[in-house]
């Protein structure tokens, strides 16, 4: 569905993505893992052309993106919802006209049936009776899962979530993971989560790709991940969270090899 | 010998640095008319968001409006006072009424009113949309497929362009009150004369000079608040958000006054205004 073909990208004299290649099939939901500052929220402003590559190519359903005109570009993104990092909610906005926000600006809705849809989505990550809080009063959970419901206010094809779950403890980052596997089966959507949380990689994931050194350097099913041998992903796991991925009790693991099973 | 070489290398890095910074100041002045001419551009560009625009006048409106016409006064009873002192000396202090008049008209007016909506409002442009840029916002805006000059740049621009010469207004007759007052009270002038000496030199010429470069400067101060909030890199932070807002508002200034100099050379010396 989205295929990143070759693309570089340096800033001054900082190669950041090295000729990546990268290949994201429909209804996945594939992680890409990578260490902080190796350019994983870059790679998601290039494919959503916030930001310009230097060289290579953006495929979304057979369309090259890089070079498209703002209009056409824009008919593309509507199909594209994306989790921000810091969540980029509007501060000058309730939690509602967050969420409606798409809708208010590219649909001509009345505002009982954009009320509506703005209940929908905010049920769907769990907020309910929060319309008229301002981002500013919220916790840094709630504040992701708005972000999420404004995300899948246009009903995209695909989510980008950028590092979902940094920044929170523990017991919302189970909430997070469990809301985006939720949102995979319940929508059929096709997820992308950008992140350097190994659990949450290994709880979310139906594929994933590690990039280093702005390449990637491995891709496949968690289990494959698992088995490859190579010095550098096996240390970025062992590093990333010990116990959780290699006891075998662990839940995660025991889930991903029923599912393999 | 050494002396000589460690003199010359330091003159090649001073013109080194002069260069680069040249270099720089071009660029930056390039991308600021850049942005310029995209805000023309996305003004005349379908759907008006007239919400947007409203929100924007009101928001100015009130935040200067008490600030501009205090000022204003207190200008207008500087320049009483002051032209009556100077002017007695050569018994013509009867034209006091007449110089508070044009001055404030042509020059004092618009110019308060730019340099008190240039430390609120083209501040607070300027703090506003940084923050949006490095909170992420501004790219959020893009990724819904909303551009952000329409949206943000256009109704500031608007606002701006169009509040300025509407606060001028206020500050002009707040300056000449100022002065009616100050030399009515102070000086043995009749009111009733000072009233009739500034009916008698408030021209259309010079009401349409001061609103053409009330306007100018409306322009330029939205110009500069929205270019330096957009300017800053999304990695400056809380302390990019400081440095572009004080920043915004002491360019701002220095344009207005610059602005004001070609201005004053366009209008009076080659259209021949009075
Ligand atoms: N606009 C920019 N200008 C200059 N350098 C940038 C810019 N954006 C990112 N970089 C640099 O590119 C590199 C990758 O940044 P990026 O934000 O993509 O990292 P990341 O993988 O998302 O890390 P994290 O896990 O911390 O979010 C960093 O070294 C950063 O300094
Ligand atoms: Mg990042």
Known sequence: ?261 | MNQQSSTHESSGGLSLFLKTRLQHTLSELGQAFTLFFQTLVQIFRPPFQFDLLIKQLLLIGFNSLSVVIVSGFFTGMVLGVQGYIQLKPYAVEGSVARFVCVSVVKELGPMITAFVLAGRIGASITAELSTMKVTEQIDALEVMGTNPVKYLVVPRFLACAIMLPTLTIFSTFAGIGGGFVAVVSLFDVNGHFFLLEVQRNLFIASVLVSLIKATSFGMAIAAVGCYKGFSISTAGGAEGVGTATTGSAVISLITILILDFVLNHILFNILGFV
């Not at chain 1, 500013?136 to 246009?154: I, Q, Y």
């Not at chain 1, 992308?192 to 590690?210: E, G, L, P």
């Open chain 1, 1 to 261: 569905m989205i295929s990143v073909k070759n693309v570089r990208k340096t800033f001054g004299d900082k190669q950041v993505l090295n000729g990546l290649n990268l290949e994201i099939p429909r209804g996945e939901t594939l992680v890409i893992m990578g260490p902080s500052g190796c350019g994983k929220s870059v790679l998601l402003k290039i494919v959503t052309g916030l930001m310009a590559a230097d060289s290579g190519e953006i495929w979304f359903d057979g369309t090259e993106i890089s070079k498209l005109k703002a209009k056409k570009l824009n008919v593309i993104r509507r199909k594209i919802g994306m989790l921000f990092q810091s969540a980029a909610l509007f501060d000058s906005m309730t939690v509602a006209e967050n969420v409606a926000f798409m809708l208010d600006q590219h649909e001509n809705l009345s505002p009982q049936e954009t009320r509506k849809i703005v209940d929908e989505k905010l049920s769907l990550v769990d907020l309910d009776g929060i319309r008229e809080m301002r981002p500013a009063e919220l916790s840094g959970g709630m504040r992701k899962r708005v972000g999420l419901a404004r995300a899948l206010a246009f009903n995209p094809e695909v989510i980008l979530y950028d590092e979902p779950t940094t920044g929170l403890d523990p017991i919302t980052c189970t909430e997070i993971n469990h809301l985006i596997r939720d949102l995979h089966e319940k929508l059929q959507v096709t997820s992308v989560v950008v992140t350097h949380d190994m659990q949450s990689a290994f709880s979310v994931a139906t594929r994933i790709a590690m990039i280093h050194e702005g390449k990637q350097i491995a891709s496949g099913s968690p289990a494959e991940i698992l088995k490859i041998d190579d010095p550098i992903l096996q240390q970025f796991i062992l590093f990333g969270a010990p116990d959780q991925i290699l006891n075998m009790e662990n839940p995660i693991l025991k889930e991903f090899i029923r599912r393999e099973a």
